[in-house]
């Protein structure tokens, strides 16, 4: 059974930092691409950052520079570094794994940023 459990959301002031986890079991992490998402109410889901299991990276023009996505294969986890937070930046915020053409999908976490 494929579970991904985010962590670390929250609200945070405008230009503040969070960093999102999300813990993944039930998938061969390490070949596995894992990507964030988010969704903003009356918004359609979308593509925030991105890396796969070589480690190549992409990120969605809007957060470019201002996060950054990794990973840790020892741990099963990847990571979002969320700074110089803006309130457009406010969504749920899901993980995402692609592996051996499935998509799996986790809860999500809400961001909020806000002053």
């Known amino acids: 059974q494929v579970q991904l459990v985010e962590s670390g959301g929250g609200l945070v002031q405008p230009g503040g930092s969070l960093r999102l986890s999300c813990a993944a079991s039930?998938?061969?992490?390490?070949?596995?691409?894992m990507g964030w998402y988010r969704q903003a109410p009356g918004k359609q889901r979308e593509l925030v950052a991105r890396i796969s299991g070589g480690g190549i990276t992409n990120y969605a023009d809007s957060v470019k520079g201002r996060f950054a996505i990794s990973r840790d294969n020892a741990k099963n986890t990847v990571y979002v570094q969320m700074n110089s937070l803006k309130p457009e930046d406010t969504a749920v915020y899901y993980c995402n794994a692609a592996w051996i053409g499935n998509d799996y999908w986790g809860q999500g976490t809400q961001v909020t940023v806000s002053s």
């Open positions: 039930g998938i061969r992490f390490s070949i596995s691409t």
